[in-house]
Structures are given as C-alpha cells and as structure tokens.
C-alpha cells in the first residue's frame, strides 16, 4: 500500500511539472509562416509572449518592457560570446496593439539584437479570412 | 573444507514473489528519470514564425528597398506601396510579386493598429518571393 501511494505522489508530481510547462495559450497571427511543421526548426532560446492586453510574459512569468528588453539584451550578449546568433521568438496576440511590439522592437534595435521572429498559427490560417478579408 | 552456504529464503515466499520490489525499484526509477527529462517548452518548437530582420546596407545596397506601410488611411486599416493603398493582404501579395526583390522591403507598422495587420504584411512579403523582410517601427 505504501508503494501505491507513493507511486500516486510521484505521479502527482509528473504531471503538475507538465502542467507548469505548457505553453502559454494565446490567438497568434492567423499566417502561414516561412516554414511547415514537418520541417526541423532551431529551438528558440528565449520566447517572448504578448497577450492581447500587452503584457509581456516570459516562462510563466510577466515581465515589464524594460525588463524584457535587458533581459534579452543580456542574453544576446551571452549568445554573441559563444558566437551564436540568439534565437528570439515573438509570440503576440494578434488582436493585441502592435505598439507594445513596436516598443519591444525599438528597445531591441538599440542593443543591436538584429533578428527575431514572429510566431503565427499555420492550422488558423488555412481555414481564416486575413486582415481586410483576402484569402 | 567445503562451506555450505545455506540459502536464507523466508517461509512462503517464491522466487516469483522476491522479483516484485525490484520491479517497484525499475519502475520508480523509469518514473524519475521521466519526471527530471528535459522537455524543450513547446512553444518553442511547435510554432512557425516568420522571419525579421533589422539590417542596414548589405546586398540592398544598390538597391532602392520597398516601404509597405500598415497605418490607418483615411480612417481605416490597410497596406501603402507607395502612392497604393491596398486594404487585402491578397491585393499586396500580387502587387509586391510584380516588384523587384533583390533591394527587400521594409515593414513598418503603425501603432494604431493591431498586430495582425502587421503580420499580414510579413507574410505577404514572404509569399511574393522577398528573403530580406525587415520591420520598422513606425516614428
């Protein structure tokens, strides 16, 4: 019986971790991407999530603009050291204002982080109409 | 002289019977080195993205880049090339496949909008063939 019920403890744990490391849910830009999911893409290092009321959340945790950008300027520092391009994704809300992006990426441009990219929902895309109502 | 060694076995336990703490043990063992696995955050792996640049001269040196402007145009949202307002992002894809590419083009996205309108025009520029896409916040 003691067996079982740590068995159930451990499994507890499992899953609660799991839980802590899904993603975070948001409605990303209804487009197609650059690449397909098939394919092999570079793990992002650092992934930078913008809900649609603005704020910015990076691993569970919400950060201010200013911290965000010291943040990822620390890290491309660090990349640059051990001469590796920092891999930065972006992963906005799409009804969410494009200035908080638009702020993240002055800030960005200032400390010379060059390329980031932008996250989008491929599966949306093919079944949702995009801005201004194309195909 | 031989020494016997004498086999301890407990009283109506079978050989069957010792196996199942080991199992336990493997069991245990195969749970925690699931639970310590390193799992890459899926968010990082799952999505496709496009890419953005923020480059200065280069191989669009010689070349005049394109500006598409996302903004409001009387009063409502669309794409500038420009004197061309277009307000589908079907409409600038078509257009921007009849430009030259070898300059890239700028995206520059304004405030007042939402960020799927920005990501529109990225794609677009994806689509017509652009491997130099950069964003420019608007002034």
């Known amino acids: 019986m003691v067996d079982v019920v740590f068995l159930l403890i451990v499994f507890f744990l499992t899953t609660l971790s799991l839980e802590k490391l899904e993603f975070l849910r948001l409605d990303l830009p209804q487009e197609s991407g650059e690449i397909g999911p098939e394919e092999v893409r570079t793990p992002a290092g650092i992934v930078v999530n913008i809900t649609a009321a603005g704020e910015i959340v990076i691993e569970q945790q919400t950060h201010t603009l200013d911290e965000t950008i010291e943040m990822i300027a620390a890290e491309h520092r660090r990349s640059a050291d051990r001469g590796q391009p920092l891999e930065l994704l972006i992963r906005p809300d799409r009804s969410g204002s494009l200035a908080v992006v638009n702020n993240l990426a002055r800030g960005l441009i200032d400390r010379g982080v060059s390329s980031w990219r932008l996250a989008t929902d491929p599966s949306a895309a093919r079944s949702a109409s995009t801005p201004g109502g194309g195909s | 002289m031989k020494i016997a060694h004498p086999r301890t076995r407990r009283p109506g336990v ?20 699931l639970q310590t696995h390193t799992y890459n955050p899926p968010e990082s792996e799952l999505t496709p993205a496009l890419d953005v640049e923020r480059v200065a001269g280069g191989i669009g040196a010689d070349y005049q880049p394109l500006v598409i402007e996302v903004a409001l145009f009387e009063g409502r949202p669309g794409f500038r090339v420009g004197q061309h307002v277009h307000r589908d992002q079907a409409s600038l894809t078509a257009l921007l496949e009849e430009l030259p590419r070898q300059g890239g083009v700028f995206v520059q996205g304004s405030d007042a909008l939402s960020v799927s309108w920005a990501a529109a025009a990225l794609q677009a520029a994806r689509d017509a063939g652009f491997e130099r896409v950069t964003y420019v916040p608007a002034e």
Do not use: N
């Open chain 2, 14 to 33: 079978s050989p069957a019977d010792a196996l199942i703490p080991m199992i336990d043990v493997v069991f245990l063992l195969l749970v925690y080195f």
